[in-house]
């Protein structure tokens, strides 16, 4: 089975500043992954996915993810937050042998300071 | 309506009620989904619903009984709920795709209050 697991339960950021948020899965095979970000009070958006091909991701709000293999990492990269980037963001893994389930991690919560 | 709509928004409950919560997929979808959001533990999948037939029960107390009448709508009934049940429940849906573990979207939730 499939687990996601994010390291960072909460980091704090300057406004203008870079983020990087870590996610590391275990899975077998090549797995399809996903990042997602929740705001306050609402569902989960989609920010990107990765399932083949180029490693570097590029996703919605600037954000992109790079996949690599070798470490069983997918981490999400923001060149320069913005205070609207305050959430909480979700690690996803999902397989190729069960159509529907994804697994997620426990989430980390991204604070903006001006 | 886009996306995917769940009502009502709040909900608080004694715990004697029932109630239901329901959920509206308009992206033409073939997988709904029930997950409960506690706060700092990942999302905990509960049901889901493909083709309108239920695939998978993650060992839900029968306190939480999922409908889902067609392809579009998907309801959780409650019942005689415990406060540990406070919590946001998501219903989300995707286009299942044989051999493709695809994206879910996911609605705003429901955020029941039991006391």
Request: glycine share 6%; charged share 15%.
């Amino acid at each position: 089975a499939q687990s996601v697991t994010q390291p960072d339960i909460h980091i704090t950021v300057s406004e203008g500043a870079s983020l990087e948020l870590r996610c590391n899965y275990s899975y077998g095979a090549t797995p399809y992954l996903f990042w997602y970000v929740q705001s306050p009070g609402q569902g989960l958006q989609l920010l990107l996915k990765y399932f083949s091909g180029d490693t570097l991701v590029q996703g919605i709000k600037g954000f992109e993810a790079e996949f690599k293999r070798s470490q069983s990492s997918f981490n999400l990269r923001k060149p320069s937050v913005h205070w609207s980037d305050a959430a909480e963001y979700f690690c996803a893994v999902g397989s190729r042998s069960n159509d529907y389930k994804l697994s997620f991690g426990a989430g980390t919560t991204v604070t903006v300071r001006a | 309506e886009t996306g995917v709509t769940q009502t009502p928004r709040h909900l608080v409950m004694g715990m004697t009620n029932k109630k239901s919560l329901k959920c509206e997929q308009h992206l033409g979808h073939n997988a709904m989904y029930w997950y409960k959001q506690s706060a700092k533990k990942p999302l905990e999948l509960m049901f889901v619903y493909s083709l309108e037939e239920r695939v998978e029960n993650n060992s839900v107390p029968s306190r939480f009984s999922p409908e889902c009448p067609n392809s579009s709508h998907l309801f959780l009934h409650l019942h005689t709920l415990q406060p540990e049940d406070s919590a946001l429940y998501l219903c989300a849906s995707s286009q299942v795709v044989s051999g493709s573990a695809c994206e879910q979207f996911f609605g705003p939730g429901t955020r029941l209050t039991v006391l």
